[in-house]
Every structure is written in C-alpha cells, then in structure tokens.
C-alpha cells in the first residue's frame, strides 16, 4: 500500500516512506516497532508515526483497535526500556552529574527528588501526551525506582489516551492524515520554547542571586 503525504499523493521516501514500508510489510506489529523506535529515538515523531497508522487503517492494511493496540504497546515497550536505563543510571549518579552543572546547587536537586515524589505519577500520564517529555518521562521515573506496576499502568493509560487520539484523527482525516502532523508540531514548538524560556530563566535567576551574594 501507498502512503500519501502533503505534497504528493505519494511519498518518494524519507522517514514517512520508511514508516510507511514497515507497517505495510508488517501491519499491526510494524505500528508498534516504529512507537517503540520512536521512543527511544524522539527525532522520530509520533504526530508522523500515528496518523499514519490511522490511515493504514482506513485503507484496510490493519485493523483500527489493532492499530492503537499495537501502538499502545509499542510505547510501552520503549518506555520500559528508557526505565530501566534510568534505573541503570541509579539515583548517586544521577545526583553526582546533576550537582557538576554549572549553577545547579544540592538544594535544586532535592526539590526535583521531591517534586517527583509527590507529583511522580501524574507526570508520568501527563508526560506520555506531551512531545519530547513521552520520551524522556520514563527516564527519572527509573531514577527513583517507581513502582513498577505503578508506572507500567499510567504508562499504557497515558499513551492509549495520546495514541488513540492520533490514530483515530489519521483513521478519521483518510488522505489529508498529515494535517494532524502540521497541529501537534506547533504543539511541540511550544512545549520547546517553554522549556527553553525555563532555562533562561533559572540561569538569569541564579546568576542575579549570585552577585546579590558578592555585594
């Protein structure tokens, strides 16, 4: 099956063709190995990924509830990787990096360890529906070892809610899927512009605390 795109009806390449060349060699399964790539590798975008999992669907290449299934699990499956690799990190060397950053105090750290504790599992849900933190949410939550359990069922809830919602807009859009694309971009962009206004701001901050401390 051929997978159209923006620009033409049909897709020369890129990653959309090769997105497009694994769920049509291997359907369902093929959705969820691209979420799981996706994962781990966030260049590759989910707002690219469901959609067009979607449209397959309503081409007939796989079944709707299979593709969110597939999806759902695929998302799963590369957080609990990412996980583990934050677990791997382990909580003394997380702590030992953190405090070598220039203007990051002991202090910081422990408001972060203990924001996570208290708001840990909200974050973890809300994280799987925002674009680069699905990524790298699964990463502090293995740091502070979070219930398993805990973490695979907001997890999986997360993710049903974001790839339900994409999935069904490319089922829904048919051809026109990559529009679904252009939203969640702009969505995306703004989540990078807070994050880096957050940035800017805690360096300004520190650094005025700091010649406060020199006068």
Do not use: C
């Amino acid at each position: 099956m051929i997978f159209p795109t923006q620009a033409a009806a049909e897709p020369a390449g890129g990653l959309a063709g090769w997105i497009a060349d694994v769920m049509a060699a291997l359907g369902g399964p093929g959705a969820g190995l691209v979420v799981a790539l996706e994962n781990l590798f966030p260049p590759i975008p989910s707002e690219l990924v469901l959609p067009l999992a979607g449209f397959a669907a309503s081409q007939g290449s796989m079944n709707l509830v299979g593709a969110i299934l597939w999806t759902t699990l695929g998302s799963l499956v590369g957080a609990v990787v990412l996980y583990y690799l934050g677990a791997l990190l382990g909580r003394d060397r997380t702590r030992a990096i953190a405090a070598k950053l220039p203007l990051v105090k002991t202090g910081d750290i422990d408001k972060a360890e203990a924001w996570f504790a208290r708001h840990g599992v909200k974050a973890v849900f809300a994280g799987r529906m925002v674009p680069i933190v699905r990524s790298f949410i699964s990463l502090p939550a293995g740091v502070e070892r979070m219930s398993m359990p805990v973490f695979l069922a907001f997890t999986a809830l997360g993710s049903l809610v974001w790839n339900t919602a994409l999935v069904l807009a490319g089922y829904l859009l048919g051809r026109s899927w990559w529009i679904v694309e252009g939203y969640v971009g702009v969505f995306q962009k703004v989540v990078i512009v807070a994050a880096v206004v957050a940035v800017v701001w805690f360096v300004a901050a520190r650094l005025r605390r700091g010649r406060r401390v020199r006068t």
